[in-house]
């Protein structure tokens, strides 16, 4: 069974930036799609960034300008650069594989980002 590992994530101050990494333990075939989801205390779990394999990327309106999702076509390593955080960002964070295969997605297993001075 594939595994997305995560990397990164942790304490940061107001202002700072993250790292977020998550590749695959093995291969996935027919990927369509790859992002972020995250989902802070008491919220339910959003969309933060996504890209459609072959066409768009898009973010959640909250973090533009701030955020940037980018793939290591080669490795199929999804990376989520995370600038001038904000409390509000805080939450576990989740990287997420869909293949072209209806229901057929991978997730992490969350990764923690606090920001907090």
């Known amino acids: 069974q594939v595994q997305l590992v995560e990397s990164g994530g942790g304490l940061v101050q107001p202002g700072g930036s993250v790292r977020l990494s998550c590749k695959p333990s093995?291969?996935?075939?027919?990927?369509?799609?790859m992002g972020w989801y995250r989902q802070g205390p008491g919220k339910q779990r959003e969309l933060v960034a996504g890209i459609i394999i072959g066409g768009r990327v898009n973010y959640a309106d909250s973090v533009k300008g701030r955020f940037t999702i980018s793939r290591d076509i080669a490795t199929n390593t999804v990376t989520l650069q995370m600038n001038s955080l904000k409390p509000e960002d805080t939450a576990v964070y989740y990287c997420s594989v869909a293949t072209t295969r209806p229901g057929d997605v991978y997730w992490g297993q969350g990764t923690q980002v606090t920001v907090s001075s």
């Open positions: 093995g291969s996935i075939f027919s990927i369509n799609a």
